[in-house]
């Protein structure tokens, strides 16, 4: 697949929103925004384990969904692993089978456990909780 190449000009507080983003996700930018991108464009419907995973979270108490929302995330190995991924397909270089089978395992991953922490702030700032010191942190 060949890439094509864009230039934006943001607002600089949706460029750093961005920014903040792409470092939470141990991410470039263009890594972030191309998943935004896809995201936004992807008329699959959100997948059944994750659906669930969200779903479970409403019966949580309030300590559990603080353990939730600050655990949900990559290890920094697979998060590597999956940038390293990204870089080379962006570089034009051809992943094998397996390749891709593990990025899209990992992009599976990475997606499950975004929508999982966002879900679980959500539910901790509905009950009265300030989250703010998790949205600070990396």
């Given at each position: 697949?060949?890439?094509?190449?864009l230039?934006?000009?943001?607002?600089?507080?949706l460029?750093?929103?961005?920014?903040?983003?792409?470092?939470?996700?141990?991410?470039?930018?263009?890594?972030?925004?191309?998943?935004?991108?896809?995201?936004?464009?992807?008329?699959e419907?959100?997948?059944?384990?994750?659906?669930?995973?969200v779903?479970?979270?409403?019966?949580?108490?309030d300590?559990?969904?603080?353990?939730v929302?600050?655990?949900?995330?990559?290890?920094?190995?697979?998060?590597?692993?999956?940038?390293?991924?990204?870089?080379?397909?962006?570089?034009?270089?051809?992943?094998?089978?397996?390749?891709?089978?593990?990025?899209?395992?990992?992009?599976?991953?990475?997606?499950?456990?975004?929508?999982?922490?966002?879900?679980?702030?959500?539910?901790?700032?509905?009950?009265?909780?300030?989250?703010?010191?998790?949205?600070?942190?990396?």
């Amino acid at each position: 697949m060949a890439n094509q190449s864009l230039t934006l000009n943001f607002p600089d507080d949706l460029y750093q929103r961005l920014k903040a983003r792409a470092e939470g996700a141990q991410r470039s930018i263009e890594d972030e925004l191309l998943s935004l991108a896809a995201a936004a464009l992807d008329d699959e419907p959100i997948p059944l384990d994750i659906q669930a995973a969200v779903a479970s979270l409403s019966v949580l108490d309030d300590a559990a969904l603080w353990q939730v929302a600050r655990a949900s995330r990559l290890s920094q190995e697979e998060s590597d692993e999956s940038e390293e991924l990204h870089f080379r397909r962006q570089r034009g270089e051809r992943l094998t089978d397996a390749e891709k089978r593990r990025l899209a395992v990992l992009m599976h991953q990475y997606d499950k456990s975004l929508l999982v922490r966002s879900h679980a702030l959500l539910l901790l700032k509905q009950r009265g909780h300030d989250i703010t010191p998790l949205l600070q942190t990396p």
